[in-house]
Structures are given as structure tokens and as C-alpha cells.
């Protein structure tokens, strides 16, 4: 089992898509164990991006993801962090599958809609600085309502 961190960006709330992109990742069989608006500081956003502190795109990324509110989530299941990455497609819409988030709701790179955690120690700290651990179900096993066959 794998956990990530999946964060409907501000494009995608504006949109009014969050429904529809939660929707193909709960029809893609995963879980959901948390889930939350909220609105992103510069100091939360510049952790979250601290892979790309120093790149050109830097600054208006930061300013990006804290525009407007993003709507934050966990998911669980085997693969978690791939199946995500998958279901949303490549960085740049461009070149995005078509049937992927990016690929058929996207354009451009700077509005590509969706984050998802892309490795585990990435995915355990991005989940950490977006979430309490009381916040996450399955925290105390028997508030999951999932049947674990
Ligand atoms: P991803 O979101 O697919 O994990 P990333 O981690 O490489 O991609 O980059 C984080 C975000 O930064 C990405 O979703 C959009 C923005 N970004 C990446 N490369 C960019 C570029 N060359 N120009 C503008 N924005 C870029
Ligand atoms: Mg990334």
C-alpha cells in the first residue's frame, strides 16, 4: 500500500473540476483518506516546490498555487504514487496522453491543473507539510469504512 499527496490546483478550482478529477481517481479503484480546501501560504508552497527553488518558472509558480484555495487530498492504494502520476499525465498538457487529467482537460505547463507526489520520501512529505496525522483516515484503522477483501 502507498500513500500521496494529490492537490487540485487554484486552475482546477476555478474550473469547477475538482469533482470531476476526485472522480477518476476514485473510479481508478484508489482511496480517499483525506480531503480538504484550503488556501496555500508562500511558506507551505516554497517547501512543497523546494525542488525548483532557483528555476525561472520558481516565483510565478509559488504565486500561482497561492492564488486561490486548491483542494488537497490523500490517496491510498497499491502504486498509489504511479498510478496517480499516470492518471494525470505529463508535466507539459502538450504532451500528455490524451484519457490523463492533463491530457484531456489541460493546455499549458504554468495550468496543468493537478500535483501529484512523484517518489515516497517526496510523497511522506508533502502529505506531512499538508496534513495532521489526525487528519488522515485510516490513522485509527477502524474509522476506514473500506472492505479490505
Ligand atoms: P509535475 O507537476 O508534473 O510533478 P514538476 O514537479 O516538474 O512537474 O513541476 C512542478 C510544476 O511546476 C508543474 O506542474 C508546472 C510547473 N513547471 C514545471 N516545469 C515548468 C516550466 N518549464 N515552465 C513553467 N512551469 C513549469
Ligand atoms: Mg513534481
Known amino acids: 500500500m502507498e500513500r500521496t499527496l494529490i492537490l487540485a490546483k487554484p486552475d482546477a478550482v476555478q474550473r469547477g ?3 470531476e478529477i ?4 476514485e473510479r481508478r479503484g484508489l482511496q480517499i483518506v483525506a480531503l480538504k480546501l484550503l488556501q496555500v501560504s508562500p511558506e507551505v508552497a516554497k517547501r512543497h516546490y523546494q525542488e525548483h527553488a532557483g528555476k525561472p518558472f520558481f516565483e510565478r509558480l509559488v504565486s500561482y498555487i497561492t492564488s486561490t484555495p486548491v483542494a488537497a487530498m ?3 492504494g497499491p502504486n498509489a504514487i504511479e498510478i496517480c502520476r ?6 507539459n498538457p502538450a504532451a500528455a496522453t490524451p484519457g490523463s487529467i492533463r ?5 499549458t505547463v504554468g495550468r496543468n491543473l493537478v500535483h501529484g507526489s512523484d517518489s515516497e520520501p517526496s510523497a ?12 488522515l483516515l485510516g490513522y485509527a484503522r ?3 469504512w473500506i472492505i479490505e477483501a
Open 74 to 76: 490523500v490517496l491510498e
Open 17 to 19: 473540476l475538482v469533482g
Open 142 to 144: 477502524e474509522n476506514r
Open 124 to 135: 511522506k512529505r508533502e502529505i506531512d507539510l499538508f496534513f495532521e496525522k489526525t487528519e
Open 22 to 25: 476526485i472522480g477518476r481517481f
Open 103 to 107: 491530457g484531456d482537460m489541460a493546455v
Open 86 to 91: 499516470c492518471t494525470i499525465g505529463a508535466t
